[in-house]
Nanobody
Framework: QVQLVESGGGLVQPGGSLILSCATS????????MDWYRQAPGQQRELVAG???????MYADSVKGRCTISRDNAKNTIYLQCLNLKPEDTAVYYC???????????????WGQGTQVTVSS
């Protein structure tokens, strides 16, 4: 199996910053892409930022200029650094990966358990 474990969430004051990390382990041949999603209470899960393993990145308009996604290919780990956090950034943040477990198999989607980020004074 493949496991994704997020860390780095917590309570942050408005204007503050945080770094989330997501480590992937298990039977992995290659990782096509990894993303960060978030889900606020009563809202749908939304894509925050994503990166392919070749370096292409994308960001939701709501975090563009405030958040940076990065990756450590050797560790199969991604990070999300966000600055100038706002109360509307409050949500459970989920890590998502598109993984090839074997050279000839199909790519599958995997999710982490989520980490709570609360932006409040």
């Amino acid at each position: 199996q493949v496991q994704l474990v997020e860390s780095g969430g917590g309570l942050v004051q408005p204007g503050g910053s945080l770094i989330l990390s997501c480590a992937t382990s298990g039977r992995i041949f290659s990782i096509n892409a990894m993303d960060w999603y978030r889900q606020a209470p009563g809202q749908q899960r939304e894509l925050v930022a994503g990166t392919t393993w070749t370096g292409t990145t994308m960001y939701a308009d709501s975090v563009k200029g405030r958040c940076t996604i990065s990756r450590d290919n050797a560790k199969n780990t991604i990070y999300l650094q966000c600055l100038n956090l706002k109360p509307e950034d409050t949500a459970v943040y989920y890590c998502h990966a598109v993984v090839l477990r074997t050279r000839w198999g199909a790519a599958n989607d995997y999710w982490g358990q989520g980490t709570q980020v609360t932006v409040s004074s």
